[in-house]
């Protein structure tokens, strides 16, 4: 942001809440910039990569399917061809990349240009800059993440021939709701790295070495950890399942788990649990799909806690931010 930019931001704010006028602000420099026009093509191009090898692989098995329950929601969780991974897996695995994109050098690229003492000054005050580029931010994620759902769903309708029901198409909204959120919990961190660390280059290193740690080892920590919490005993066949369930409250601890059980169940309504179940469970579970309404019920606590996680990262960035001396 260049000091004639917070000359405009001057001039708005008399007209309008001052974390209105810097999301506006914020908003346009990201639509504007390289970083959105390459995340966007990178991941459209990534998506629709996976889309047209799911697609394949389901005409090739369509003949021989009897029940079409959710074929068009397939399209975001089967994988195929020489692709190993499904489009819902990219999206979980890549997508934080939009959060720390856009987060990381929130607050000390400003103190590196040296806008920020003008940005903070009267009538901008300084809660409205970090909530501003915060809603900004969830902003733009929300704009890629759409554009690059619809041009999927578009080609699947294309490929397959298959319109999306009412209730599919309900069921990808609330996916969409679930996967800005979980972007927002690493926008949150990504705003927290920049607010503390002075470089940009520390702050997305740090940021970026964190999401890499979840992401891949975040499965193993929580296994290691049931170990020494609830330790298997050979003797007792009920410790494995104590340990069972310790390792799973324990990953859902990460952002990542909860993410992929919410869209699992939005995504696949035959999804009966995202919990342990028994063999004895199973046994006597009737084989049908989920409403729309269930499934959201069975996925409302993951997504109350991707909710806390990123409200709580987004409270320690703005006290900390608070509590900052800013310096002309």
Known sequence: MTVQDVRVLDTWS??????????????????????????????????????????????????????????????????????PFSFLTFVGFLAPILGIAFGFDAVNGERAQGTLPRLVAQPI??????????????????????????????????????????????????????????????????TLCSVMLKRAATAALVAIGVWLVVALFGALFAQVAADVVSPVDVSN?????????????LSRLSPVTLYEETSSALLTPQVRSVGLVTFAQLDQAIVSSLTVSQSLLLVWPQMVGMIAAMVVIFAAAYITFMRQEVRA
Do not use: C, Q
């Open 14 to 83: 008399r007209r309008r809440p001052g974390w209105m006028v810097v999301a506006r602000k914020e908003f346009t420099d990201h639509i504007l910039s390289v970083r959105f026009v390459a995340l966007l093509m990178l991941l459209g191009l990534v998506a629709l990569a996976t889309v047209y090898t799911a697609a394949g692989a389901l005409r090739d098995v369509a003949p021989e399917t009897t029940d079409t329950a959710g074929m068009f929601l397939r399209l975001f969780t089967v994988r195929g061809g020489p692709l």
């Open 237 to 249: 066949p009920a410790s494995a399942l104590d340990n069972a369930r310790t390792e799973l409250t």
């Open 125 to 190: 005050y300084r809660d409205d800059v970090i909530n501003g580029k915060f809603v900004a931010g969830l902003g733009v994620m929300g704009l890629i993440v759409v554009v690059v759902t619809v041009l999927v769903a578009g080609l699947g309708i294309l490929l397959l021939g298959i319109v999306p029901t009412l209730s599919e198409t309900v069921r990808m909204a609330m996916w969409l709701v679930a996967a800005v959120i979980f972007i927002g919990v690493w926008l949150a961190f990504g």
